[in-house]
């Protein structure tokens, strides 16, 4: 009899664990996808920001010095490694691209550009879904973050890595380039 | 992450049952009525089953197509109205949804938007041209971000269980009060018979009874699901946009219009934005026999989420509004509160160029072509059979460009 609620309780607490255990790497997997949208969106900023430069270098001709920090800094984010060194990298990207925005104002030519306002329009959204990825990220990453620190998981939770928060540390990096018309 | 609507679930999963209970005793009343055995009840209850397995299996089965159909939307691409498909995957992107929505524009001056689909992989945002007319970016974002809301729920397939069950005990009722009012009344029948007893007439006027107050009491369950159901939208909505005034201003841009929309049936109600008002029919005050609560009250809780954008926010501004919660205290320890966003920049185009975007972009998705006029630049819009027999430009007499689509 005793043997029994002895095996009852233990199997109990192994079903118990493996329930835990499977929650983290849940909330784990979900971390990681809100990272890879992340990179989807990081790079479909870097894949549109050579068009921009070459729509608005025949208008721009006496701004080459924007032009150029705009394509470093696109060149600086693609070679950045994992989401500390990445948001700042991002970070002097959007300060680049607003930057740019800017001083395109000065350019009513350019402004009534079709391609450079279909352009704008899809880097105003790659702004926005930056934001929103990272709003899932961030939110994916600390549900996570909390589920392996807290008792009893913290018991077994000894070979999940601490998810790093994505910040992009710029002032002005998740609005939208502000353009006054 | 979405630890939060797990009770909300379990508590759909109540209702629904609730409803089959209904569902199965008014078959059984209606059993008892034909045949007052207990044979006939257990014919009635297994028959009312069918009826609804069979009902749902259309419905499910037809998918979502019909609805889609019915309303006259079309598919657009991304070239044919930017903005708007931007905003739907972007939405996608914040709730995480395994696969960006298909977006249908439906062609009405009407301003409401709705979400179809029940596989995750496949869904669909439909919007009319009125509300993209009418609508800024952030509140635009709102509304899809409600929708996206609904997908997000499960409630596309929840709405329709239980609205194609609701239609099956209305059958049943009015089959069985039908059949007493032509019969003229079960009780007398079973009186002249040689076998009556006092326990079967009972039975009978129970299952009158039964077959008067089920379709009353699904059609109650029913609404008040739907209701919370929508308010749980608004929530997501602004959980997902960080920003709950673009709904809030959505919202009340919606209600202060009053024009009817062409096509909607009462099943497919609960997945639009706002109810779909029919023609001849007023907005009325609250009532419990509504898929929506009042837009007067989604706003101001809206606005009352004073510093942040969860659950637990949205619940506590839903406390002060209502007076009792929605989500449930123990169902909300993650994302309980979020900061809020600032509003979008400045966006180009006044309300003019919205409504012309909003029309070509449907014009565009219906095959419709372009031919330029070279003399005074007017664009002249028409369909490809029409394309060919046009000679001039209808504005100045000059020549007109090639067809371009």
Redesign the interface.
């Known amino acids: 009899m005793w043997v029994l609620i002895v095996l009852g309780v233990v199997v109990a607490a192994v079903l118990y664990f493996v329930g835990i255990y499977n929650g983290l790497i849940r909330a784990r997997n979900?971390a990681k996808?809100?990272w890879s949208?992340i990179d989807v969106?990081l790079k479909r900023r870097h894949d549109l920001i050579p068009n921009l430069v070459e729509t608005a270098k025949g208008y721009m001709k006496h701004e080459q010095q924007t032009l150029e920090k705009v394509v470093q800094a696109r060149t600086a984010a693609i070679g950045a490694k994992g989401p500390a060194e990445a948001g700042k990298a991002e970070g002097l990207l959007g300060a680049a691209l607003s930057g740019f925005f800017a001083l395109s104002e000065r350019y009513p030519d350019l402004k009534a550009n079709q391609n450079f306002?279909?352009l704008q329009?899809?880097l105003?959204?790659t702004e926005?879904?930056i934001g929103?990825?990272r709003?899932?990220y961030n939110?994916?990453a600390t549900?996570y973050n909390?589920k392996r620190e807290v008792f009893p998981a913290s018991l077994i939770s000894g070979s999940f890595e601490q998810a790093e928060l994505f910040e992009i540390e710029a002032p002005g990096e998740?609005?939208?380039?502000?353009?006054?018309? | 992450?979405w630890e939060q609507i797990r009770s909300n679930r379990r508590r759909s999963a109540f209702v629904v049952t609730a409803m089959g209970v209904l569902l199965v005793a008014a078959g059984m009343a209606l059993g008892a009525y034909v045949n007052p055995t207990f044979t006939g009840m257990v014919v009635g209850g297994i028959a009312a089953l069918v009826l609804w397995l069979v009902q749902w299996g259309v419905a499910v089965g037809s998918g979502d197509d019909i609805m889609l159909r019915m309303t006259g939307a079309r598919q657009i691409r991304h070239e044919d109205h930017?903005?708007l498909v931007?905003?739907v995957?972007?939405?996608a992107?914040?709730?995480?949804l395994p696969q960006a929505p298909r977006v249908f524009i439906v062609d009405d001056p009407s301003p409401n938007a709705f979400a179809v689909g029940r596989d995750p992989q496949k869904t669909t945002v439909a919007v009319t041209t009125g509300l993209l007319r009418i609508l800024d970016r952030d509140e635009l974002q709102g509304v899809i971000a409600h929708e996206i809301g609904h997908i997000k729920n499960r409630d596309v397939s929840l709405i329709t269980l239980a609205g194609v069950m609701v239609g099956s005990i209305v059958i049943l009722a009015e089959l069985g009060l039908r059949a007493l009012w032509y019969s003229g009344g079960g009780l007398r029948r079973s009186r002249t018979s040689s076998n009556r007893d006092g326990g079967q007439a009972i039975i009978l006027l129970v299952a009158i009874l039964l077959l008067i107050l089920a379709p009353i009491l699904a059609q109650l369950i029913y609404f008040a699901l739907s209701r919370r159901r929508e308010f749980l939208a608004d929530a997501s909505s602004a959980f997902?946009t960080?920003y709950p005034e673009g709904l809030a201003s959505a919202l009340e841009k919606l209600s202060s219009t009053h024009t009817p929309l062409t096509d909607t049936s009462r099943v497919t109600a609960p997945m639009y934005i706002v109810r779909p008002l029919r023609k001849g029919q007023k907005m009325s005050a609250t009532s419990a026999f509504a898929t929506h609560p009042p837009i007067a009250d989604r706003v101001r809780i809206l606005r009352s989420m004073a510093g942040g954008a969860g659950f637990g926010d949205y619940d506590r501004a839903f406390g002060k509004i209502r007076g009792r919660r929605i989500v449930g205290e123990h169902s909300i320890a993650?994302?309980a509160s979020?900061p809020l966003?600032?509003p979008?920049?400045?966006e180009?185009g006044g309300p003019r160029e919205r409504a012309r975007e909003a029309s070509d972009a449907f014009l565009t998705a219906s095959g419709y072509g372009v031919r330029t006029c070279a003399d005074c630049g007017a664009k002249v819009k028409a369909p490809p059979s029409l394309a060919d027999r046009l000679d001039a430009c209808p504005r100045c007499d000059g020549d007109l460009g090639p067809w371009t689509e």
């Open positions: 979900q996808n809100g949208q969106q306002l279909s329009e899809e105003a959204s926005n879904r929103f990825a709003q899932a939110d994916a549900t909390n998740r609005s939208v380039p502000k353009v006054e018309f | 992450m930017p903005i931007n905003v995957e972007e939405m992107i914040a709730a995480q997902f960080r993650e994302a979020v966003r600032q979008a920049a400045a180009q």
